[in-house]
């Protein structure tokens, strides 16, 4: 094993193509090479106001894009982090460590927070010390994460750093942040200059995990493009990628490239020379034909799973008994080094 990975999403929509493409498939990919834990972040969702049913419907659904994406619960643990209480506890400390400066820079907080800042929760705030407690409460060295998460992760490392000089010990281990693959940024289906997001308010912007082959095939036939043929090798750089010129005149045509050459496993470059001067019309049917064979089958498994809760229940619960088997020793030792007596 390479290491360990940890990772988390927060339950407060419907995955979609986005987070296929971009998280869940690769974390599917590293679990032959890594030791891997998937966390359900519940608590960093309450961050903002959820509504409980709403919350707990959430966390199921994303537990089963898990599971029918391929992530094996014999190998990999998937938990739901408010099962674990060692997250909240681990927390605390790490807000004793990490300073006011740090998260005053975190630009997150300040786009989610807007313009009525002193009305946005503490627990808003203080968000990446939590997921810092989520990344070291495991000691793991790797976190595949979004571009839009490299801020928390740089402060998670320097909370751990901070830690181990003020307290002279060893216990916290900076993480290593993967960002990257195929299909790191999936556009919008309306916008193509827009990150595809669960947030958008139409879901004509977005393919959801548990869309069917109907409303994938509607979406796709209704995705924005141009009234140009799709474009020829002319478009790519000696190093077979497109041009930035080139993919700033056309956003929404190199978007639906890219989808395609992301679900067909292919290179960029490959799927533009096969797909030369056609029009979109005909690129969009075969791009429906391949989102649904591969979105179909998973979408039918997370329907299935979904319609039998207890199945996903028992998933998370044997998850989160794996998970503070893993994180309890650690926290015990970061209380230790703090001064605390055992309870
Ligand atoms: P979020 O949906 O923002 O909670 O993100 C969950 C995971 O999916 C993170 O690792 C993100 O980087 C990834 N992700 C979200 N939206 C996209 C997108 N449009 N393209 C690629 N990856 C995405
Ligand atoms: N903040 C992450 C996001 O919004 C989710 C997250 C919480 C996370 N804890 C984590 C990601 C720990 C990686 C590791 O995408």
């Known amino acids: 094993m390479k290491g360990r990975i940890f990772s988390g999403v927060q339950p407060t929509h419907t995955l979609h193509l986005g987070n296929y493409l971009g998280a869940v498939r690769n974390w599917v990919r590293m679990q032959k090479e890594y030791e891997c834990i998937f966390c359900v972040v519940d608590m960093h969702a309450i961050t903002v106001f959820q509504n ?22 014999s190998h990999s643990i ?40 002193e ?68 556009m919008s289906l309306r916008d193509g200059t827009k990150k595809m997001s669960k947030s958008d308010a139409s879901d004509y912007s977005r393919i959801n995990m548990t869309d069917d082959a109907d409303t994938i095939a509607l979406k796709l036939r209704k995705a924005k493009t141009d009234p140009e043929a799709l474009p020829g090798p002319d478009v790519l750089d000696e190093r077979g990628r497109v041009k930035a010129e080139e ?34 019309s005909g690129f969009k049917r075969d791009l429906t034909d391949l989102a649904v064979s591969v979105l179909g089958p ?33 926290l015990k030792k970061i209380e230790n080094a703090v001064g605390f007596l055992s309870a």
């Open 78 to 117: 998937i938990f739901a982090q408010s099962q674990n209480r060692v997250h909240a506890q681990l927390a605390w400390i790490l807000n004793c460590v990490a300073r006011v400066g740090w998260l005053n820079r975190m630009t997150q907080f300040k786009e989610k927070a807007g313009k009525d800042r």
């Open 52 to 73: 409980p049913e709403e919350l707990t419907k959430n966390t199921r659904e994303v537990t089963a894009a898990f599971m029918a994406s391929g992530i094996d619960v």
């Open 247 to 280: 993919e700033a005149k056309r956003p929404e045509a190199y978007n639906l490239l890219a989808i395609y050459a992301a679900l067909s496993n292919k290179e960029l470059a490959e799927v533009i020379n096969e797909t030369a001067g056609k029009e979109f």
């Open 298 to 330: 998973i979408g039918a498994e997370m329907q299935r799973l979904l319609a039998n809760p207890g199945e996903v229940d028992a998933v998370l619960k044997a998850g989160a008994e794996k998970a503070r088997a893993i994180s309890e020793p650690i």
């Open 119 to 186: 009305n946005a929760s503490v627990g808003l705030y203080t968000y990446p010390v939590l997921m810092a407690a989520d990344i070291l409460g495991y000691q793991a060295t790797h976190v595949p994460v979004g571009e839009d998460q490299k801020q928390h992760l740089e402060l998670a490392r320097d909370i751990a750093q901070k830690f181990n000089t003020d307290f002279g010990s060893d216990l916290l281990v900076p993480p290593n942040p993967v960002i990257g693959g195929p299909a790191a940024r999936v």
